[in-house]
């Protein structure tokens, strides 16, 4: 049941990640940098706007779903008061922009994406806190074909960052298409003791805080580099971090999607010394998939980017991807593993400690170095940043929860993934689509050999029992057809 929870989830955010990929070609090819860093200036405001209104009830929602000394009714009931609340803040400050601004379709725009995004977010955490993979799926497989096709029809009619913000914003409604959100996602009334939404609040508000300044370190760079550089900088910019964005995040957010319910379900019912086992071979999992993925998109950088960027942004995003790819494999590892410890504990308050410094520090560094080095300033503010959440945050993590970490595996997985990717580096090949294919499998041979040679986590025996089972499984699958 684990495996297939897993994969489903690897594919509900492996399909985004390849949209994105497809519309990114389409986008910088069809819209100038400067609309496009309107755009991604634009999707950064509102998400921000979004984790302050509603993000503290999401996790809270997640962490306490399954949790015996609460109803889900209950739950269910905060959720959607606060959506309704927020839905109304949002509506608010958009008609003051639009009063002060005389932008209405910049206002619709914005209203429309925030409160359609929210209800999706809201509506997928249940299915997340439910177990609910393959709905999961579903929906988010519905919600990219729609936002896909309408946002390219859209740049080619000439609607630009328009358009797309537009399509966007319908594509989060696809759950009001089926039965079931209006069957399990308002079949509750409101009804909520004080004493059980204070604890929530405790839980929730805290750690929203902190996703708040971890959208800060996100979205400080590409702000400053409109403000300070320009629109043109900033698109630039969003490209770059694009596409190793979408591969390595899809990574660990897939990963921590399956694992982190599991997780919970574990400590709840089992208890810590489980928990803990399951959680260092998840730190192992994340790193051994993150770290082969980073340096396998450095190998084949010059077969693929041509084919998925534009000319006008293919030069400066070869030039950064090492750099943002780095502190991208940063970004994943805090959000994903070194940030668990303060959940899992209950000790939402302390990430803000940790964060707060590195959102201060990230701000102070982007203002001293995107004036001398513009874009490069910029990575390197962020590249800063996110290592002080991972030494910060594991100094400050260990006295609430010590997460286990399994060093000589690590180690191991490192060697593993470094070899890949020297001897890719140096194969005696061209560059092309069918020569990246072609890395791309001996990469995976490689790397699954390096594997297997150190043996990381015995998975010299754990292996032939698995390749067993699965065998047996098809047998008795055939057998009962």
Same mark, same amino acid.
Not at 378 to 389: D, E, H, P, T
């Given at each position: $049941?684990?495996?297939?929870? %897993?994969?489903?989830?690897?594919?509900?955010?492996?399909?985004?990640?390849?949209?994105?990929?497809?519309?990114?070609?389409?986008?910088?090819?069809?819209?100038?940098? !400067?609309?496009?860093?309107?755009?991604?200036?634009? $999707?950064?405001?509102?998400? #921000?706007?979004?984790?302050?209104?509603?993000?503290?009830?999401?996790?809270?929602?997640?962490?306490?779903?399954?949790?015996?000394?609460?109803?889900? *009714?209950?739950?269910?009931?905060?959720?959607?008061?606060?959506?309704?609340?927020? #839905?109304?803040?949002?509506?608010?400050?958009?008609?003051?922009?639009?009063?002060?601004?005389?932008?209405?379709?910049?206002?619709?725009?914005?209203?429309?994406?925030?409160?359609?995004?929210?209800?999706? $977010?809201?509506?997928?955490?249940?299915?997340?806190?439910?177990?609910?993979?393959?709905?999961?799926?579903?929906?988010?497989?519905?919600?990219?074909?729609?936002?896909?096709?309408?946002?390219?029809?859209?740049?080619?009619?000439?609607?630009?960052?328009?358009?797309?913000?537009?399509?966007? #914003?319908?594509?989060?409604?696809?759950?009001?298409?089926?039965?079931?959100?209006?069957?399990?996602?308002?079949?509750?009334?409101?009804?909520?003791?004080?004493?059980?939404?204070?604890?929530?609040?405790?839980?929730? +508000?805290?750690?929203?805080?902190?996703?708040?300044?971890?959208?800060?370190?996100?979205?400080?760079?590409?702000?400053?580099?409109?403000?300070?550089?320009?629109?043109?900088?900033?698109?630039?910019?969003?490209?770059?971090?694009?596409?190793?964005?979408?591969?390595?995040?899809?990574?660990?957010?897939?990963?921590?999607?399956?694992?982190?319910?599991?997780?919970?379900?574990?400590? !709840?019912?089992?208890?810590? =010394?489980? *928990?803990?086992? /399951?959680?260092?071979?998840?730190?192992?999992? &994340?790193?051994?998939?993150?770290?082969?993925?980073?340096?396998?998109?450095?190998?084949?950088?010059?077969?693929?980017? =041509?084919?998925?960027?534009?000319?006008?942004?293919? *030069?400066?995003?070869?030039?950064?991807?090492?750099?943002?790819?780095?502190?991208?494999?940063?970004?994943?590892?805090?959000?994903?593993?070194?940030?668990?410890?303060?959940?899992?504990? /209950?000790?939402?308050?302390?990430?803000? &400690?940790?964060?707060?410094?590195?959102?201060?520090?990230?701000?102070?560094?982007?203002?001293?170095?995107?004036?001398?080095?513009?874009?490069?300033?910029?990575?390197?503010?962020?590249?800063?940043?996110?290592?002080?959440?991972?030494?910060?945050?594991?100094?400050?993590?260990?006295?609430?929860?010590?997460?286990?970490?399994?060093?000589? !595996?690590?180690?191991?997985?490192?060697?593993?993934? %470094?070899? $890949?990717?020297?001897?890719?580096?140096?194969?005696? +090949?061209?560059?092309?689509?069918?020569?990246?294919?072609?890395?791309?499998?001996?990469?995976?041979?490689?790397?699954?050999?390096?594997?297997?040679?150190?043996?990381?986590?015995?998975?010299?025996?754990?292996?032939?029992?698995?390749? /067993?089972?699965?065998? /047996? %499984?098809? !047998?008795?699958?055939? #057998?009962?057809?």
């Amino acid at each position: $049941m684990q495996l297939r929870h %897993s994969f489903l989830y690897l594919l509900a955010h492996g399909v985004p990640a390849l949209a994105a990929f497809l519309t990114l070609a389409v986008y910088t090819r069809w819209i100038s940098p !400067e609309a496009y860093g309107i755009y991604t200036t634009l $999707m950064v405001i509102a998400n #921000s706007i979004n984790i302050i209104l509603f993000n503290w009830v999401y996790v809270a929602l997640l962490r306490y779903w399954n949790d015996k000394n609460f109803k889900q *009714a209950e739950l269910m009931g905060l959720l959607l008061s606060v959506l309704a609340v927020g #839905s109304l803040l949002i509506l608010l400050g958009t008609s003051i922009y639009c009063s002060l601004t005389q932008d209405i379709p910049m206002s619709m725009a914005l209203a429309g994406l925030m409160i359609s995004n929210a209800v999706y $977010m809201a509506y997928q955490r249940l299915n997340s806190a439910n177990l609910q993979a393959e709905r999961y799926l579903k929906i988010e497989v519905l919600r990219v074909v729609v936002t896909a096709l309408l946002a390219i029809i859209l740049v080619w009619q000439g609607y630009s960052w328009y358009g797309i913000l537009f399509a966007t #914003s319908l594509g989060f409604l696809v759950p009001l298409v089926v039965p079931h959100f209006w069957q399990g996602f308002f079949q509750y009334s409101v009804k909520l003791r004080s004493t059980q939404a204070l604890i929530l609040l405790r839980y929730g +508000l805290p750690l929203s805080l902190s996703f708040i300044l971890l959208e800060v370190i996100h979205a400080t760079d590409r702000v400053l580099l409109s403000y300070l550089v320009g629109f043109e900088a900033a698109g630039q910019y969003a490209v770059a971090f694009s596409l190793p964005f979408q591969l390595l995040i899809l990574i660990g957010s897939a990963l921590n999607a399956a694992a982190y319910p599991l997780i919970l379900q574990s400590l !709840e019912q089992q208890g810590e =010394p489980i *928990a803990k086992s /399951k959680l260092a071979d998840y730190l192992l999992v &994340l790193v051994g998939l993150l770290l082969p993925s980073y340096l396998g998109l450095l190998a084949v950088s010059h077969d693929f980017m =041509p084919l998925l960027i534009g000319e006008a942004y293919l *030069a400066e995003s070869i030039r950064l991807l090492p750099s943002i790819g780095l502190l991208l494999v940063l970004n994943a590892i805090y959000l994903f593993h070194t940030s668990l410890a303060f959940q899992l504990a /209950k000790k939402t308050y302390m990430p803000i &400690l940790v964060i707060g410094v590195a959102a201060l520090l990230n701000v102070f560094l982007n203002f001293v170095l995107i004036p001398i080095y513009k874009i490069d300033g910029a990575v390197l503010a962020s590249l800063v940043a996110y290592l002080v959440c991972i030494v910060y945050g594991r100094f400050l993590g260990d006295r609430v929860f010590k997460l286990p970490v399994l060093w000589g !595996e690590l180690l191991k997985i490192i060697a593993s993934a %470094s070899l $890949m990717f020297l001897i890719l580096k140096y194969l005696p +090949l061209e560059h092309g689509v069918l020569v990246g294919l072609l890395r791309i499998v001996v990469g995976v041979i490689l790397y699954s050999f390096f594997i297997y040679y150190f043996n990381v986590q015995n998975i010299r025996f754990y292996l032939p029992n698995l390749l /067993k089972g699965i065998h /047996k %499984s098809h !047998e008795s699958t055939q #057998s009962s057809a």
